[in-house]
């Protein structure tokens, strides 16, 4: 294979790994009352089936990434098999085309007429090994692209089950106070709930039932805001049922919370990230994937957001006031972790290659390329998106490491084993020009 033809498929591989990422990373806002389980593709369904038997997010993607690594076991063998055996061939074909490059000299069109003869006549592809480096670059774009959603889900899920909290007690006090104020938001209630499930009922299909929680926090919001805030007689009872929520949001998100080791949120990163994500700022920012536009307290849910997240913060036991999610841990692993997983892969590379002394220029500086791309490219994932991707991340890492070590031997006598029943024709199989 010669530079130019390394290079192209070097520039062609990085191509179709940015652009993947991109695609994966791409999705469309999802509505703050609709989204729900039945949204989440194959591996977010896996998770969240999985999540149900261990109970832990954290260890679950652990647990998810050791099942996807022995169910891949073959792939990965396949992989490994390929390349090594590509490079064995290339390495016993080195003598014929440096024949033909002699026997041609400047003549680049015939020698390559004769080095394509002689691939196809030894069985040698440049594309064998790029197979299996296709369908590995697919199986991560498909889990960097499942486990996003199902961060987006969580954090939907999330912040329902918080609003829902918070006006479910801030109602019950103002229902609980005495004298006028109780009426106002009753009976504001009862005509909104009404209206509102009368309206969503008629929008479903035959089979589909009413999200009636979507319905009861569209009408407690609707029965507060009919309060006059500036009604003193009210501004006392208004104040309490206010601090009873923040109470009633701070036990539920304790309850709810999914934490990992020092993680206190794995659906944010393991950085200096607040517990949870600002409502329209920043590159994880709640609206950057969530539609708020129908959420009914005057301010496309900003309100209610922001007030739920001061309470979350106050949760939190590190950094500024609380505010830091993790300790930059996953995302520095990930880059050690890469960075040593391709070192073994290319220190035993240049162990196979068996004497040869000075390696292709051209593929010594796409290795020290991607020894510098790729821990920059996984620091860019562990310091940007989820502590759970990171977790991934590290565990896939490590388990590739292991896998590099311990298949190593196997491979190499798999592939002497069938190197050498071809070697009578191997020595008989000369270039056309040498017969």
Request: aromatic share 12%; proline share 2%; with cysteine.
């Amino acid at each position: 294979m010669n530079k130019k033809t390394r290079a192209v498929i070097f520039i062609v591989l990085l191509a179709i790994f940015c652009l993947g990422t991109f695609v994966s990373c791409s999705q469309n806002k999802v509505n703050i009352f609709d989204y729900s389980s039945d949204n989440l593709g194959v591996v977010g369904k896996l998770v969240r089936l999985m999540h149900g038997w261990i109970g832990n997010y954290g260890w679950t993607v652990v647990v998810f990434t050791v099942f996807l690594k022995i169910i891949m076991l073959p792939l990965d063998f396949w992989q490994r098999y390929s390349s090594r055996k590509s490079t064995a061939k290339m390495q016993r074909l080195q003598p014929l085309i440096e024949g033909i490059d002699k026997r041609y000299g400047a003549n680049t069109q015939r020698a390559n007429e004769e080095k394509q003869k002689l691939y196809k006549k030894q069985g040698y592809s440049m594309f064998s090994m790029c197979l299996p480096m296709l369908v590995s670059m697919g199986i991560f774009f498909v889990m960097f692209a499942g486990l996003r959603n199902y961060s987006t889900y969580s954090t939907v899920t999330t912040f329902r089950e918080l609003s829902t909290a918070y006006y479910q007690v801030y109602a019950e006090e103002i229902e609980n106070s005495d004298g006028e104020i109780a009426t106002i938001f009753k009976t504001k209630y009862d005509a909104v709930y009404k209206e509102n499930y009368d309206k969503r009922a008629a929008e479903l299909a035959e089979g589909e039932e009413v999200d009636v929680e979507a319905v009861k926090l569209i009408a407690r919001i609707a029965g507060i805001k009919a309060i006059p805030a500036d009604n003193e007689n009210y501004a006392q009872a208004l104040n309490d049922a206010n601090n009873a929520a923040k109470k009633a949001v701070e036990n539920r998100y304790l309850e709810i919370r999914e934490s990992w080791l020092w993680i206190q949120n794995v659906w944010q990163p393991d950085t200096w990230e607040a517990l949870m994500p600002q409502y329209d700022s920043g590159a994880n920012s709640f609206t950057q994937t969530v539609d708020m536009s129908g959420y009914p307290d005057d301010s496309n849910g900003r309100i209610t957001y922001d007030t739920i997240r001061n309470v979350v913060l106050s949760t939190g036991s590190r950094g500024n006031e609380g505010k830091w999610n993790g300790l930059m841990i996953l995302p520095i692993l990930s880059i050690g972790l890469s960075f040593l997983s391709m070192w073994i892969s290319q220190f035993i590379e240049k162990k196979n290659r068996k004497g040869e002394v000075v390696q292709n220029q051209q593929q010594a500086a796409t290795n020290k390329t991607m020894m510098i791309l790729m821990p920059l490219m996984m620091a860019y994932f562990g310091f940007i998106y989820t502590g759970a991707f990171a977790i991934y991340m590290v565990v896939n890492y490590t388990l590739s490491i292991v896998s590099t070590i311990a298949l190593r031997v196997p491979v190499e006598k798999l592939v002497d084993k069938n190197l050498s029943k071809g070697e009578k024709n191997n020595k008989s199989s000369k270039a056309s020009y040498m017969r």
